[in-house]
DNA sequence: CTCAGTGCAAACTATTTGCAGATTT
DNA sequence: AAATCTGCAAATAGTTTGCACTGAG
């Protein structure tokens, strides 16, 4: 359970980092900005600081928590890590953010890399497209 | 010629655009940050102001004569569009940048969007890697 | 009790914008 | 001359940091 996450990861369980992780395990979406979360939680209750929330997600993708994104449009989104990895569409009409994980593609990946003489440490593939 | 390509934007034939654009051209780096432009013509001559470089970059992008990309990093990056389509390959370890296509890849991605009920409109694709 | 963590405000970085004066056509 | 463009400084947006106080262990 999340509390354990945190502090496996060597920080103290505090209530913005419990609160914050809640959201990310429970909420039916999966990408939120930093203030997503700030304006999340605003609703519910706590008055959790913008710099706190920047802070812990910082901690957060350090311990592989989370996965931060940096997708069109500013902001960075994050999401919960679950281990699966997979790529994004971004529906560009509604904002909907869609994973999806192609082994074709990430096998070619890795040879493109080895091509060219280069080790695959990491990848970003995001597809920006809109309904039919 | 570069003259041309910014009348055919649309746009007046400018010292700072034709600046811009011949760097863009002729540099053998392909890949430039505002700030990296800036530093170029300042070291060349001109007092051009970073606005002015922000602001071309973005008129450039808009007529299809330049692209825009976020890696990893903060700064926006620009590269003259030669039409032909490319992905990129950023080495972690020195910072340099290599272009790829792979028609495997090219395709899949549309697939999938089409799996997805979607219609591909872009794609971004950046691979992270090391010298092997 | 101690040290990590937090809120708030100030600082920063990348980029954009308003405006008066300079350029292009 | 008319319209567009530029430089500069000020404004924004997103994110980070310094510091005195709070709270977890």
């Known amino acids: 359970m999340n509390k354990n996450d945190i502090k496996e990861a060597g920080l103290k369980i505090t209530q913005p980092r419990v609160q914050i992780l809640k959201i990310l395990e429970t ?10 979360l700030y304006q999340l939680l ?5 008055k959790i600081g913008l710099a706190t929330i920047y802070r812990v997600l910082t901690q957060f993708e350090t311990a592989g928590l989370v996965i931060r ?7 960075a ?7 699966e990895h ?3 569409i971004v529906d560009m009409k509604n904002g909907k953010i869609i994973e999806f ?9 890795i040879e493109i890399a080895k091509e ?17």
């Open 27 to 36: 909420s039916k979406e999966k990408h939120f900005s930093a203030e997503d």
């Open 42 to 46: 605003r609703e519910e209750d706590s």
């Open 69 to 75: 994104h940096n997708f069109e449009g500013g902001q």
């Open 77 to 83: 989104v994050f999401e919960l890590d679950k281990g």
């Open 86 to 88: 997979h790529d994004h």
């Open 101 to 109: 994980h192609d082994e074709i593609i990430e096998q070619r990946q």
């Open 116 to 132: 060219h003489g280069y080790k695959l440490l990491d990848h970003s593939l995001i597809l920006y497209a809109e309904p039919e």
